[in-house]
């Protein structure tokens, strides 16, 4: 009689056990699902379901003038900053800093036009019809650069955009590459409307910067490089 209680006792542990495990493991599956369709969402998607946060202006990842506004948001592979800058011009349309971060280290050398749009949404107005073959190119201290510009109504606009890697400067979170997409409208020059794309602007991190508005090295990543990049059709 005993043994038959005893073993009563270990099939009935044993069940409770077993039912522990398949919870367990029910968690841990659903946890998987959600990251398995995670990982199954296109760039696309994943950018149409990720919200910005606002963020005070000392958070932004460049020095661009007449900011007005920081959004930020987290997409997986890396981050994304929107800066609005103060438009003083009639022409419609916000004027925009976009910035781009991937945690990669290689095989993002190029800067390729059409990717690189596709990656922020489209081009802004009024840019919208622009092919990489309309394409301006310089340099400055901290490599290549690639702009248009467009006159309305006594304004210049110009859309600009380069690559950085992490030898060019040190990058938010440690990332390797950023792409920088510039849309702004001024009463001035093209010069003045380039301004937030050029070194000056992004070439040291804000944290570098000192109360003067000049720059202090903060590593050897900080420091500008040779490197250049190259779009496909640009012209110089």
């Given at each position: ?47 149409e379901?990720?919200p ?6 000392t958070q932004?990842?460049?020095n ?18 929107h ?21 990669v ?9 059409e ?13 919208s019809?622009l092919?990489?073959g ?10 290549a ?6 006159s ?9 955009m ?7 400067r ?13 849309r ?52 110089s």
């Amino acid at each position: 009689m005993k043994a038959s209680l005893n073993v009563a006792r270990m099939v009935q542990r044993a069940r409770i056990s077993i039912n522990w495990g398949a919870l367990l493991v029910t968690v841990a599956c659903s946890g998987c699902v959600s990251d398995v369709r995670d990982l199954s969402l296109t760039p696309q998607q994943i950018r149409e379901r990720t919200p910005f946060a606002s963020l005070a202006p000392t958070q932004a990842w460049i020095n661009a003038p007449d900011m007005r506004s920081v959004l930020q948001r987290g997409l997986g592979d890396g981050a994304e900053q929107h800066i609005g800058l103060a438009n003083r011009t009639p022409v419609p349309g916000d004027n925009l800093v976009m910035l781009r971060t991937r945690n990669v280290v290689s095989g993002f050398g190029r800067l390729r036009f059409e990717s690189l749009v596709a990656s922020f949404g489209g081009l802004p107005q009024p840019f919208s019809s622009l092919s990489s073959g309309d394409l301006m190119q310089a340099e400055d201290e901290i490599g290549a650069y690639f702009w248009a510009t467009h006159s309305a109504g006594g304004a210049t606009c110009v859309l600009g955009m380069r690559r950085m890697n992490s030898g060019m400067r040190q990058l938010p979170g440690n990332a390797g590459v950023m792409d920088v997409m510039l849309r702004n409208c001024v009463p001035g020059s093209q010069e003045d409307a380039l301004a937030p794309l050029l070194a000056d602007s992004i070439g040291v991190p804000p944290i570098a910067r000192d109360v003067q508005g000049g720059s202090r090295l903060l590593s050897p990543l900080a420091g500008p490089a040779a490197a250049v990049v190259t779009v496909p059709g640009g012209r110089s």
